[in-house]
Protein backbone atom coordinates (compact mmCIF):
# COMPACT_ATOMS: atom_id res chain seq x y z
CA UNK A 1 0.00 0.00 0.00
CA UNK A 2 3.23 2.24 0.60
CA UNK A 3 4.33 1.59 -2.63
CA UNK A 4 0.99 2.69 -4.62
CA UNK A 5 1.20 6.01 -2.52
CA UNK A 6 5.16 6.57 -3.15
CA UNK A 7 4.01 5.85 -7.07
CA UNK A 8 1.00 8.21 -6.89
CA UNK A 9 2.94 11.07 -5.65
CA UNK A 10 6.22 10.59 -7.90
CA UNK A 11 3.62 10.95 -10.48
CA UNK A 12 1.95 13.65 -9.50
CA UNK A 13 5.27 15.48 -8.98
CA UNK A 14 6.20 14.52 -12.58
CA UNK A 15 2.57 16.22 -13.96
CA UNK A 16 3.30 19.14 -12.18
CA UNK A 17 6.22 19.20 -14.22
CA UNK A 18 4.94 18.61 -17.73
CA UNK A 19 1.87 21.01 -16.55
CA UNK A 20 4.62 23.52 -15.60
CA UNK A 21 6.35 23.41 -18.78
CA UNK A 22 3.45 23.41 -21.79
CA UNK A 23 1.92 26.71 -20.27
CA UNK A 24 5.22 28.25 -20.44
CA UNK A 25 5.34 27.02 -24.10
CA UNK A 26 2.19 29.03 -24.44
CA UNK A 27 2.55 32.61 -25.67
CA UNK A 28 -0.38 34.61 -25.06
CA UNK A 29 0.49 37.63 -26.82
CA UNK A 30 0.61 36.11 -30.49
CA UNK A 31 -2.71 35.13 -31.31
CA UNK A 32 -1.71 35.16 -35.16
CA UNK A 33 -3.64 32.00 -36.42
CA UNK A 34 -6.53 33.11 -34.18
CA UNK A 35 -6.87 36.82 -35.60
CA UNK A 36 -6.36 35.27 -39.09
CA UNK A 37 -9.42 32.59 -39.21
CA UNK A 38 -11.61 35.14 -37.05
CA UNK A 39 -10.57 37.92 -40.49
CA UNK A 40 -11.10 35.38 -42.86
CA UNK A 41 -14.36 33.83 -41.16
CA UNK A 42 -13.02 30.47 -41.00
CA UNK A 43 -13.17 30.41 -37.11
CA UNK A 44 -16.78 29.41 -37.35
CA UNK A 45 -16.09 26.38 -39.38
CA UNK A 46 -13.41 25.33 -36.83
CA UNK A 47 -16.70 25.51 -34.12
CA UNK A 48 -19.10 23.91 -36.06
CA UNK A 49 -16.70 20.92 -36.64
CA UNK A 50 -16.11 20.90 -33.04
CA UNK A 51 -19.94 21.27 -32.11
CA UNK A 52 -20.69 18.47 -34.25
CA UNK A 53 -17.77 16.01 -32.95
CA UNK A 54 -18.57 17.09 -29.43
CA UNK A 55 -22.50 16.16 -29.60
CA UNK A 56 -21.46 12.84 -31.84
CA UNK A 57 -19.57 12.30 -29.00
CA UNK A 58 -21.98 12.94 -26.31
CA UNK A 59 -24.78 10.98 -28.43
CA UNK A 60 -22.35 7.55 -28.68
CA UNK A 61 -22.37 7.74 -24.60
CA UNK A 62 -25.66 8.37 -24.40
CA UNK A 63 -26.32 5.45 -26.61
CA UNK A 64 -23.74 3.24 -24.88
CA UNK A 65 -25.57 3.90 -21.69
CA UNK A 66 -28.40 3.37 -22.54
CA UNK A 67 -27.27 -0.50 -23.82
CA UNK A 68 -25.34 -1.36 -20.02
CA UNK A 69 -28.46 -0.45 -18.55
CA UNK A 70 -30.60 -2.76 -20.83
CA UNK A 71 -27.82 -5.21 -20.24
CA UNK A 72 -28.10 -4.49 -16.54
CA UNK A 73 -31.85 -4.63 -16.52
CA UNK A 74 -31.51 -8.19 -18.57
CA UNK A 75 -28.89 -9.90 -16.44
CA UNK A 76 -31.19 -8.78 -13.18
CA UNK A 77 -34.00 -10.44 -14.52
CA UNK A 78 -32.46 -13.14 -15.08
CA UNK A 79 -30.90 -13.77 -11.73
CA UNK A 80 -34.75 -13.69 -10.14
Known amino acids: ?12 VLLALLIGQI ?11 ADVMRSNGKIYVVIAVLLVIFLGIIFYLISI ?16
Not at 1 to 12: A, I, R, T
Not at 67 to 72: A, C, I, N, Q, Y
Open 1 to 12: MKKVFVDLKMFL
Open 23 to 33: CYGQDQSQAEM
Open 65 to 80: DRKVSRLEKEMLDKEK
